[in-house]
């Protein structure tokens, strides 16, 4: 169980986090896109969609969709993103995902059930209620969206009407999922992104009204001019409106990776202690007000799927995060989307011009892609145990892959010492068990298991998490 005691600190210190603390992603995709290669292409990646007709055993479907327009740009953005006004240029897009999505539906011929489904950005409500609708009309068409699916879609606010809402639901979206960054004007000044706090909440009673069966709050914190009184209140507003599910996701400052944040002055940002209290808050309000940590800052109500999911050990961790649903094939459509079929993964051209010449070809805009040796699956599988379930017995690592992980793993074991001592993990003959206090700081602990992780010089001073 994931209940982290709600009245102290556990033990976790900035002395703590900067020893432990790691710069790294979320291990959603193991290994990076740093580490797909351009000799795997549309070919290879037809290649592995037919041997998934050939098994007795299918994994269902999931899509991804990728929508890469926003109106705006944010200056915490870290994501693939087209700032558009140009309705020209949106339909233009619109016109290739929908090819798209009839060349993929095609390799896939008879095998098109999908369980998951997720629109994500950019910003997937920059298209008008027509241009969605359409582009759900082209999935329906071409895939079979299963009764009782999970199918999402992100939802910027700030142009969200209730006729949109009731719109969204009636395309078959049954889950929402919304950013909060922190209702204070001065925060929304330096980030540039003006959303105001009526409009939010407004957005989150009309999603309810409207039946989604999930509504998921992604809240940012350690945001520039961000403190510990305005994290408060946010948070404070966003348990009153009671969403199924809260992540508190950690800004991370990486201006020499992702340009937007060139406008953000470092001296803005909170200190790690800062950012600390804020975590620490945050877990105990969400506690006391009834919700379960799920794993990684990803908080849900008691009667939430995934709270069951966990109880029971089915729990899954993947590209699209924590899941009740077991383990999808992803087809990635549009722009920049990553996609998955059995051991391997495989990304669409980032760049707009790349991605339309190849579907002019009729080609699949494969850019890149990897095949996951063995190697890469154990490690992936022990990551993904670690972040589902807390624990991971040797055994059951030793019952799918044939190994001896004490063997397998005796670097890794010994590397491990160091989290024991500091009270992040429990060792012995048979399992880790990873604490309470590991748990925030559980990508320090899969790094040792991650074959191409950075060197300890390149760490930063904070964790993804923390
Ligand atoms: S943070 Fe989201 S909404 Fe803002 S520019 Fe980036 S993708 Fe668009």
């Known amino acids: 169980m994931h209940l982290l005691p709600s009245s102290n600190l556990f033990g976790i210190n900035s002395d703590l986090i900067r020893r432990f603390g790691c710069h790294h992603a979320d291990y959603r995709l193991y290994p990076k896109t740093d580490y797909f290669i351009e000799a795997f292409d549309a070919h290879t990646y037809s290649a592995w969609l037919n041997h998934r007709k050939t098994g007795h055993m299918r994994r269902p479907l999931s899509l991804y969709v990728h929508i890469p327009f926003c109106s705006s740009l944010c200056a915490y953005c870290h994501f693939n993103q087209i700032i558009s006004h140009d309705n020209n240029s949106v339909k233009k897009y619109l016109d290739y995902l929908s090819y798209e999505i009839r060349l993929q539906g095609q390799l896939l011929k008879n095998d098109l059930k999908v369980e998951q489904l997720y629109f994500g950005g950019g910003t997937p409500t920059f298209l008008s209620d027509i241009q969605l609708s359409n582009i759900m009309n082209e999935i329906q068409q071409n895939f079979n969206l299963i009764k009782g699916g999970e199918f999402c879609i992100e939802i910027d606010s700030r142009q969200m009407t209730h ?87 950690n800004y991370l400052h990486l201006p020499e990776k992702f340009k937007p944040q060139r406008n953000i002055h470092l001296e803005d940002l909170p200190e790690i202690e800062i950012r600390l209290e804020m975590i620490l808050l945050a877990i105990t309000r969400l506690i006391d007000a009834g919700y379960v940590h799920i794993g990684m800052n990803l908080f849900a109500r008691q009667d939430d799927a995934l709270v069951s999911a966990q109880r029971q050990g089915r729990l899954h961790y993947s590209l699209q995060g924590y899941s009740n649903y077991p383990d999808c094939d992803r087809i990635a459509l549009g722009v920049s989307g990553i996609g998955s079929i059995g051991p391997t993964l495989n990304q669409n051209y980032c760049d707009l011009l790349q991605y339309y010449d190849k579907l002019k070809l009729n080609t699949l805009p494969i850019m890149r892609g990897v095949e996951l040796s063995a190697d890469d699956l154990i490690r992936r599988s022990v990551m993904q145990a670690l972040i589902c379930h807390s624990v991971l017995s040797f055994e059951s690592v030793e019952t799918f892959f044939p190994i001896e992980f004490k063997h397998y793993f005796a670097t890794e074991l010994t590397e491990l010492l160091a989290h024991e001592q500091a009270g992040l993990l429990t060792l012995d003959n048979e399992e880790i068990a990873v604490t309470p206090k590991g748990q925030l700081l559980i990508i320090s602990i899969c790094e040792v298991f991650d074959k191409y992780r950075r060197t300890n010089q390149q760490r930063r001073n904070y964790s993804i998490l923390i």
């Open 163 to 249: 006729l949109s809402m009731l719109a969204l639901k009636e395309m078959g979206f049954n889950c929402a999922i919304i950013g909060v960054q922190d209702f204070d004007e001065l925060v929304q000044q330096s980030i540039h992104r003006i959303q105001a706090e009526d409009a939010t909440l407004r957005t989150i009673h009309n999603a309810q009204q409207a039946g989604f069966k999930s509504i998921r709050i992604e809240m940012t914190y350690g945001l520039p001019k961000q403190n510990l009184e305005k994290f408060e209140y946010t948070l404070k507003k966003i348990i009153a409106a009671n969403p199924n599910q809260i992540n508190l996701l």
